[in-house]
């Protein structure tokens, strides 16, 4: 098998999971109140403190609020300081095309990592000028050449939106409009342990067969979980953890800064 692309333990890689930052060019702008630069540095500054040993940081989109290039730039700046790999995919919020040309000379873009006996995958569901998703051809090709070159590897899937129902009215229908064509390649693929995603903003862990279906918090604002309109809610912003076991376990959790911390404006409408 191929050497891994990043450092690990004898028998797994952790995997930090920082999603839905919705960073702005302009350091006065805010999200419901909430400064979101601010938020994120303070959960990286978690990571740093309980994760002594990480293998590799997937950033799962809204990466910025405002698809700008200095929006962008802020986010790389805060997530330099954890000392490993970061690799990142666009959602709803970002511009695609402008992650991929600046994240070609910082390694920031690629199509799957494989790391230990795992080949993680990163898919582009974001759709220009909507807020759901769904992967096109192009995309659909890349998981199949991932998922035909595997080998033996175990799979961890990764995109933005969610491609199940979370229960939540108002989000029914800005979720991944082509599932079934994702689950058509998944279901039917016993090496796939995971799904991971963001664009919900609250944590979610359920199970499809023998997949793990997980989404987990924001780095800012949280969504009321079940919610029939837009809502937030106060948990406090968070990150994922993951723990990749050589022989195809996950062990995984959520960690939240304290209880109280960057709460949005009460009464937000929307975003």
Request: charged share 20%; glycine share 8%; aromatic share 6%.
């Amino acid at each position: 098998m191929p050497p891994s692309d990043a450092s690990q333990s004898p028998d797994s890689v952790c995997v930090i999971q920082l999603t839905d930052s919705h960073i702005f060019a302009e350091p006065q702008q805010r999200l419901l109140g909430l400064d979101t630069l601010e938020s994120l540095n303070a959960v990286i500054d978690q990571v740093l403190a309980e994760r002594p040993q990480i293998d590799l940081v997937l950033a799962t989109g809204d990466i910025t609020q405002d698809g700008s290039a200095a929006a962008y730039q802020r986010f790389i700046d805060a997530v330099a300081r954890i000392p490993q790999d970061c690799h990142w995919l666009p959602g709803n919020h970002d511009d695609a095309a402008l992650m991929a040309e600046l994240g070609q000379a910082l390694g920031l873009n690629r199509a799957w990592v494989d790391i230990g006996q795992w080949r993680i995958v990163l898919l582009d569901s974001s759709v220009p000028g909507s807020v759901a998703g769904y992967l096109d051809a192009q995309q659909l090709a890349r998981l199949d050449q991932a998922l035909a070159g595997a080998g033996q590897r175990h799979l961890l899937i990764c995109l933005h939106h969610h491609p199940v129902s979370i229960g939540s009215d108002w989000m029914e229908p800005i979720g991944l409009g082509n599932a079934d064509q994702l689950w058509a390649r998944l279901d039917a693929d016993p090496r796939v342990r995971g799904v991971l995603w963001g664009h919900i903003h609250q944590l979610l862990e359920q199970q499809r067969g023998a997949i793990r279906l997980l989404a987990s918090p924001s780095t800012c604002v949280q969504f009321a979980v079940a919610s029939s309109d837009f809502a937030t809610d106060n948990q406090p912003p968070g990150y994922r953890w993951l723990r990749l076991y050589d022989d195809g376990r996950i062990d995984t959790a959520v960690s939240r800064l304290p209880a109280g911390s960057f709460l949005p404006d009460a009464g937000a409408s929307g975003y």
